[in-house]
């Protein structure tokens, strides 16, 4: 197993990541809120997620029941945390993500391959069990409760 503590590594945040942070406001939120100040883990997504955010909104504000201005002020601070990612710097890896991912995550492996390419400590950070069971030996999938012992230092993953 390899050992991990945060600093120098980059997760790669999915979808359903960002909208747990949004509609629970628990322990997914509070990773981002600590991250925003240890800045332990440098946040990617890629760009598409933007338009997901958008598309979803609706349904974020009815399932958080929080007002329209406290999802608003919610999805700046996690927008100001990420760095989106234009599909045109991992384009190349696109076909071989759609090879060993599952459908709708494909972007997001594709990004991690680039930076895996570069030799860079990487992790998606998603709670999907079949895309870590696919990723496994290849990229790290950490689920919110490893990512959140790796920030508090209780995890040797």
């Keep these: 197993m390899k050992s991990y503590q945060g600093n120098g590594m980059i997760l790669i945040v999915d979808a359903n990541i960002f909208f747990s942070a949004l509609i629970s406001k628990g322990k997914t939120f509070r990773i981002f809120a600590i991250n925003s100040i240890t800045e332990a883990f440098e946040l990617l997504a890629p760009e598409f997620l933007i338009d997901e955010i958008e598309e979803h909104k609706k349904e974020i504000l009815s ?44 972007p997001y ?49």
Excluded: M
Aim: no cysteine.
């Design 63 to 106: 399932k958080s029941k929080l007002s329209s201005s406290e999802i608003e002020k919610a999805l700046k601070l996690l927008q100001r945390e990420i760095k989106f990612i234009y599909p045109s710097a991992f384009s190349e890896f696109l076909e071989e993500a759609k090879k060993i991912s599952p459908p709708d995550d494909f």
């Design 109 to 157: 492996v594709a990004l991690a391959l680039k930076i895996k390419s570069l030799r860079l400590k990487v992790a998606i950070w998603s709670n999907d069990k079949e895309l870590k069971e696919v990723l496994k030996n290849k990229i790290d999938v950490f689920t919110t409760s490893e990512v959140f012992e790796i920030l508090h230092g209780k995890n040797n993953i």
